[in-house]
């Protein structure tokens, strides 16, 4: 990574294995397909590397989950060849196709969790990051290749058995 995502987080590290966010966390039935990082509602979040964007959509919804808010991903194409998804943003800076430079701004950290909507029923790494006020960050996933559409992928988590091909362990 040539620049830190979110320039104005208080940790300037991935999360360490099994810690909260961390790549491939254990979640219920899932597992957790990128990294999060924590950071208040309306941080900047920049592009690690010089890259092309070559999608944008919705990433996280209320129709699918209760407790979700709308959330939107960016995925930039990278130099390097490797693709980043940026996740979990309230708004987007960018457009498809457009080439952008490590450092620019492509969007701003948005309130994935809608605290009203979490239950007793919900799981309970969800639970912990109400407890802890965590409510928004970015959502941060790294492929060899354009991440396959799968029904077993829903908001940044897998629920297959077999882990995806292209998936990459940002911090490594
Ligand atoms: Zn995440």
Redesign the pocket.
């Known amino acids: 990574m040539k620049c830190w995502p979110v320039p104005s987080s208080s940790s300037k590290k991935i999360p360490l294995p099994d810690s909260p966010?961390s790549f491939w966390e254990s979640r219920s039935d899932g597992h957790?397909?990128?990294?999060?990082i924590y950071a208040p509602e309306g941080s900047d979040v920049v592009s690690v590397e010089d890259g092309k964007v070559i999608d944008i959509g919705l990433f996280t919804s209320s129709l699918w989950i209760p407790y979700w808010n709308s959330t939107y991903c960016v995925l930039i194409k990278n130099t390097t060849g490797y693709i980043c998804k940026y996740?979990?943003l309230q708004d987007v800076n960018v457009h498809v196709d457009e080439q952008v430079n490590s450092g620019q701004l492509i969007g701003h950290i948005g309130q994935v969790l809608n605290s009203q909507n979490v239950t007793k029923e919900s799981p309970s790494y969800i639970k912990k990051l109400l407890k802890k006020r965590k409510l928004s960050?970015?959502?941060?996933?790294l492929h060899k290749a354009f991440p396959i559409q799968s029904k077993e992928y829903l908001?940044?988590?897998w629920y297959g058995s077999k882990k995806p091909r292209h998936l990459v362990n940002p911090a490594l």
């Open positions: 966010g957790h397909c990128g990294v999060d996740a979990e960050m970015l959502h941060f996933e908001g940044g988590n």
